[in-house]
């Protein structure tokens, strides 16, 4: 009996020592992306490419199918291996990203233009080792179409609705979790519901979990969704009537991660089918 208690008491201190060890601002995937390929029914392409400094993520350049440039984006890492900042090059301008943490949590991502003195914030509030509230602040920002510093943190999906207001007005999200994966966010503008949010999910691996979120399997510190998304039902707010628009996701497997991903869209009337294939190493 006593045996039993001695290597039980040493299991649990194992564990404990192996979450510790992994802080939010951390991404060591054991599958690293290393290029993810876009295009619809319409002949859109885009290319991005994966660079990585042994098991760090130091680059990611992103062109057109044609080859011209949209944006490079370049990582810096504090000596505990987290995310310090994120400096994305775009054809005329910079913009720089910084990351402050309280200790293993990362509670804030300030985004300034280089030569400008405005400043995108965005806020994490964090219940239970999940981020349940993000807030940003109002700025003018001529990168609203073109880089989403989220979508290092959260599904595409959740990332592409967290935007700054084109109305100035602060923004604020709340996410709803159900075990790993985020289900559904609320959007209020100055207070006020804009647009409510849900998500289904597979059982297979989020390629991009582990960004900013601890690594070790054994707990619960995360801010990226485990799983990938399947279902999407978008519930908006206009003049006092909502509209309602769903999307479904298909995947293609290679075991348990995702090689490619389908879904149609709609524009004026017509359907648009898209594609993304992701390539690891």
């Given amino acids: ?48 490419d994966w660079a990585w400094n042994g098991k760090l993520l130091s680059n990611i350049t992103i062109k057109t199918g044609g080859g011209d440039l949209i944006n490079e984006s370049t990582f810096k890492y504090t000596s505990d291996k987290r995310v310090e900042s994120i400096r994305v090059n775009f054809v005329d301008f910079v913009y720089n990203y910084v990351f402050t943490y309280d200790g293993k949590d990362l509670v804030k991502i300030s985004r300034q233009e280089e030569g400008s003195d405005d400043v995108d914030v965005y806020t994490f509030k964090k219940v239970d080792d999940h981020v349940v509230e993000i807030t940003l602040a109002p700025v003018e920002s001529k990168s609203l179409d073109k880089f989403n510093v989220l979508r290092f943190i959260l599904p595409t999906e959740v990332a592409d609705q967290i935007k700054p207001s084109e109305a100035k007005a602060t923004t604020t999200y709340r996410l709803t979790w159900e075990g790993d994966n985020v289900t559904q966010m609320d959007v209020l503008s100055n207070g ?21 979120s601890d690594a070790s399997l054994r707990s619960k510190d995360m801010l990226y969704s485990a799983n990938n998304i399947i279902g ?50």
């Fill in 232 to 281: 999407e039902s978008v519930a908006l707010q206009i003049m006092g009537m909502e509209t309602v628009t769903n999307k479904d996701f298909e995947y293609t497997y290679d075991g348990k991660y995702p090689v490619e991903r389908t879904w149609i869209s709609e524009a004026l009337g017509q359907q648009i089918k898209h594609t993304e294939k992701f390539y690891y190493k």
């Fill in 1 to 48: 009996m006593k045996k039993k208690v001695i290597l039980f008491v040493a299991l649990m201190v194992s564990v404990l020592l192996f979450s510790s060890c992994h802080k939010e601002g951390q991404y060591l995937p054991k599958k690293k992306i290393v290029r993810i390929e876009r295009s619809s029914s319409e002949g859109v392409s885009e290319i991005e």
């Fill in 192 to 212: 006020v519901s804009a647009m409510k949010t849900t998500w289904k999910y597979d059982d297979k691996i989020n390629p991009f979990n582990g960004l900013y």
